[in-house]
């Protein structure tokens, strides 16, 4: 059962703050891209002007995400669904040029006599744990369930009591529940100052925090909204799209839900609606959220049309990056080189992320199969790759 916070950690000053210093440049970039159909690796130089393609990877296969660990530069994960062995997570640890299928992939523990069991559909988000814990993978799946490996992602079991507890079975839903592609646990994310304090967002089921390495959990949805007519009291009708921690003030996170963009500055545990700001014809509905790696302030959404279309679509068919710098009071388009109409683009929660260059490059992926990336946060796009299978995720990091 979940139970309530203690006193918060002495941590980080709260809100803003001077953008830390930037990270020693990478040699190159690899930009990952995990698709309905497998899996490609686009491999930019220094300037990220030019690109090399590496792909397809499990042609055929489901690729929910795929993220390389920044402990060590060299492992990368993929969690997948194939047609002949269902669920599983395959793992390289030479950067991609080869890979191997996990021996025990993330399963739910067998239900007891006369009790109907869960089972895993597919592994869903994927997260290197803390820093001072090589080779420790967290994974949620869908439907909701959180899994620990310890061996660079060859076995994993179930991590913490979120899986079998009542309370957080209830507040999961059905499958038959809200998202379309089935609920599903995801933004694991991990305090870079304690490997014991936790993040993770359900959909549906809200957002949620432990202080005590998963042995209790904390629901964290005051000040968020839920579809007109629902309890904005229940956990279950909260749907929180994606949720990120900035690097470089953890003690601030943004959060992308069905009902708006939001931010929550701790020790306070009351989120603020910031996307009230973001242009009226707009709105504030979308699915991806990307922060910059030094810059609290600075925020990126890709806005979706928050009406009755679905799957959601661009706006009106004019698609466009939004970016906040200063931590949501006002919302720029960012749009230059996209097409100017008739651009019907779905981008799902995965589907944009930041590299830690600087000036910082943005990227994101359409379920029509583009690859769009910017090398100046955003001041201009460019398409590295069209008539790929529909985009499920993209990730980048610096390659060293």
């Known amino acids: 059962m979940a139970e309530r916070s203690k006193p918060a950690r002495a941590r980080a000053k709260t809100g803003g703050g001077k953008r830390k210093p930037a990270a020693r440049a990478a040699r190159g970039t690899v930009v990952m891209v995990a698709t309905r159909k497998g899996a490609w690796l686009y491999h930019g130089d220094a300037g990220r002007g030019g690109w090399r393609v590496d792909g397809p990877h499990f042609l055929g296969h489901i690729v929910n995400h795929l993220v390389l660990d920044p402990r060590d530069g060299r492992t990368m994960l993929a969690a997948a669904?194939?047609?002949?062995?269902?669920?599983?997570?395959?793992?390289?640890?030479?950067?991609?040029?080869?890979?191997?299928?996990?021996?025990?992939?993330?399963?739910?523990?067998?239900?007891?006599?006369?009790?109907?069991?869960?089972?895993?559909?597919?592994?869903?988000?994927?997260?290197?744990?803390?820093?001072?814990?090589?080779?420790?993978?967290?994974?949620?799946?869908?439907?909701?369930?959180?899994?620990?490996?310890?061996?660079?992602?060859?076995?994993?079991?179930?991590?913490?009591?979120?899986?079998?507890?009542?309370?957080?079975?209830?507040?999961?839903?059905?499958?038959?529940?809200?998202?379309?592609?089935?609920?599903?646990?995801?933004?694991?994310?991990?305090?870079?100052?304690?490997?014991?304090?936790?993040?993770?967002?359900?959909?549906?089921?809200?957002?949620?925090?432990?202080?005590?390495?998963?042995?209790?959990?904390?629901?964290?949805?005051?000040?968020?909204?839920?579809?007109?007519?629902?309890?904005?009291?229940?956990?279950?009708?909260?749907?929180?799209?994606?949720?990120?921690?900035?690097?470089?003030n953890p003690d601030r996170l943004y959060q992308q839900n069905h009902c708006g963009i939001y931010r929550l500055d701790r020790p306070s545990t009351t989120w603020v609606r910031i996307g009230k700001s973001m242009p009226k014809k707009v709105g504030d509905i979308g699915l991806p959220m990307v922060v910059h790696p030094r810059d609290p302030d600075t925020a990126w959404v890709f806005p979706m049309d928050g009406t009755t279309v679905w799957p959601r679509t661009c706006p009106g068919g004019i698609a466009g990056a939004f970016v906040t710098r200063n931590g949501g009071k006002s919302w720029q388009r960012q749009a230059a080189g996209m097409p100017e109409r008739q651009a019907w683009w779905t981008v799902k929660r995965q589907a944009m992320a930041a590299d830690a260059g600087d000036p910082v490059g943005l990227y994101f992926g359409t379920t029509s199969g583009e690859l769009w990336a910017s090398r100046d946060e955003g001041a201009r796009w460019t398409c590295i790759a069209r008539h790929l299978p529909e985009i499920y995720s993209v990730e980048a990091a610096g390659m060293a």
């Not at 993770?200 to 005590?212: A, K, N, P, Q, Y």
């Open 81 to 248: 669904k194939t047609g002949h062995i269902g669920p599983t997570i395959f793992r390289s640890t030479d950067r991609g040029r080869s890979w191997k299928e996990a021996k025990r992939p993330p399963a739910f523990a067998k239900a007891a006599n006369g009790d109907k069991g869960r089972a895993v559909d597919h592994t869903f988000w994927l997260t290197p744990c803390h820093a001072n814990e090589p080779g420790t993978w967290y994974a949620g799946t869908s439907p909701q369930g959180i899994f620990r490996s310890p061996d660079g992602g060859d076995t994993w079991a179930p991590f913490s009591s979120v899986n079998d507890d009542p309370r957080y079975r209830e507040w999961m839903g059905t499958v038959q529940d809200g998202t379309p592609d089935g609920p599903k646990l995801h933004s694991l994310i991990v305090d870079p100052r304690d490997p014991a304090h936790l993040y993770m967002g359900m959909s549906g089921g809200g957002v949620h925090e432990t202080t005590d390495g998963g042995k209790t959990w904390t629901p964290l949805l005051d000040g968020l909204e839920v579809v007109e007519g629902f309890d904005v009291k229940t956990p279950t009708f909260h749907d929180p799209h994606c949720v990120r921690m900035c690097p470089a």
